[in-house]
C-alpha cells in the first residue's frame, strides 16, 4: 500500500519541511486548500468508492495546520513523524489515520473532531492535576 498525507494548512516552512520528508520517504502527499475542505478524505485521497462532492467556494478556514494519513505502518509512522521533528518542522496537534470511520468525512468534519478530541484530553489533564494537587495539599 503506498503511504498518502493530506496537509490542510501548512504553509511556508513548516509545508516546505513537511512536503520534504514526504518525498525522502517516498509518501505521496497532497495541500489541501481550502476550497477542498468539504470535500471527503477518501475521495482527496483517490478512493473510488468515495466521489468528490460539487465545488464550494464559502468552506470555513482552519485556525491551525492538521494532517491526515494513509497507508503507515506503526514503524513507518513512527519514523516520519521522528523526521518531521528532526528538520525541524514543529509539533502538529491535529493528526489522524484514515479509517472506515472517517473515510467519508470532510476535512472540515475530521477537524472538528479532532479539537474537541484534544480538548476532551487537556480537561481530562487538568482535573488530574487538581486531584494531584488536593490529595498534595491535604498531605
Given at each position: 500500500m503506498v503511504s498518502c498525507a493530506l496537509l490542510y494548512n501548512f504553509t511556508g516552512k513548516k509545508a516546505e519541511m513537511t512536503k520534504m520528508v514526504c518525498m525522502m520517504m517516498n509518501?505521496?502527499?497532497k495541500s489541501v486548500g481550502q476550497e477542498d475542505y468539504h470535500q471527503p478524505l477518501g475521495a482527496l485521497l483517490g478512493m473510488?468508492?468515495?466521489?468528490?462532492k460539487e465545488a464550494?467556494?464559502?468552506?470555513?478556514?482552519m485556525a491551525e495546520e492538521m494532517l491526515l494519513l494513509h497507508g503507515f505502518g506503526a514503524d513507518k509512522l513512527q519514523k516520519f513523524?521522528?523526521?518531521?521533528?528532526?528538520?525541524?518542522v514543529g509539533r502538529i496537534?491535529?493528526?489522524a489515520m484514515l479509517t472506515e470511520n472517517n473515510r467519508t468525512w470532510s476535512g472540515?468534519?475530521?477537524?472538528?473532531?479532532?479539537?474537541?478530541?484534544?480538548d476532551a484530553f487537556k480537561q481530562m489533564?487538568?482535573?488530574?492535576?487538581?486531584?494531584?494537587?488536593?490529595?498534595?495539599?491535604?498531605?
Open positions: 509518501i505521496r502527499f473510488e468508492d468515495v466521489p468528490l464550494k467556494a464559502d468552506n470555513a478556514p513523524l521522528t523526521a518531521l521533528q528532526r528538520v525541524g496537534d491535529l493528526k472540515l468534519d475530521l477537524y472538528e473532531e479532532l479539537c474537541k478530541e484534544r489533564e487538568e482535573e488530574k492535576r487538581k486531584q494531584k494537587q488536593q490529595a498534595e495539599d491535604k498531605k
